[in-house]
C-alpha cells in the first residue's frame, strides 16, 4: 500500500482515504524531506485532501525543517480556501519559522491581500518582526504595496 506521502503527492484522495483508515497515526508522519503531510498538502493547494487530513485529527501547527506551517506554505502559495479551513481548524496566525516570519508577514511580503484580511480578522499580530527585524507593515513598504500597508495599518 502507498504511503499517505505518496498519496499527497499523487493527490489519490481514494488510497489515502485507505491509508488514514489502515494507519491513523500516518497523518502526523513527516517525509524524507522533513514535511508533514499537512504541509505537502498545503503546498500542493489540495483542498480535499486538507480537509481530509483535517477530519482525521492531524497536528495542524507541524512545521517542516524551515520551521513553516501548512499556514505559512499556503499563505506564500496564497489559497484563500485553504488559509480559511486552516484557521477554522485551529491554526495558529502568530506561528514564527526558523527565520522569524509569520503567516502575516509572508502575506505582506508577497502582496496576498484577501490572505492578510484573513488572518487580521483571527487575531494575527501586526507587530511581529522577522529576523531582518521587520514588521508585515515593514514588508509591505519594502515591496512598495500601499494597498497592503493600508490594510495594516489599523
Partial sequence: MAGIHDCIKT????KLK???EEFPKSINDK????FPAIVLATYGQQVEIT?????AGVD???QDRAGNTALMGVTYK???EIVQLLIEAGANVNATNFSKATPLIYAATFGQHTIAKLLLANGADTTAKDGNGNSAIENARLK???EMEELLTV
Avoid at 11 to 14: F, I, L, T
Avoid at 51 to 55: A, E, Y
Wanted: glycine share 12%; hydrophobic share 30%.
Fill in 60 to 62: 495542524i501547527d507541524q
Fill in 78 to 80: 496564497g489559497n484563500d
Fill in 144 to 146: 512598495e504595496d500601499k
Fill in 11 to 14: 493527490a489519490d484522495v481514494n
Fill in 51 to 55: 480537509k481530509l487530513l483535517i477530519d
Fill in 18 to 20: 485507505g491509508v488514514i
Fill in 31 to 34: 517525509d524524507e524531506r522533513g
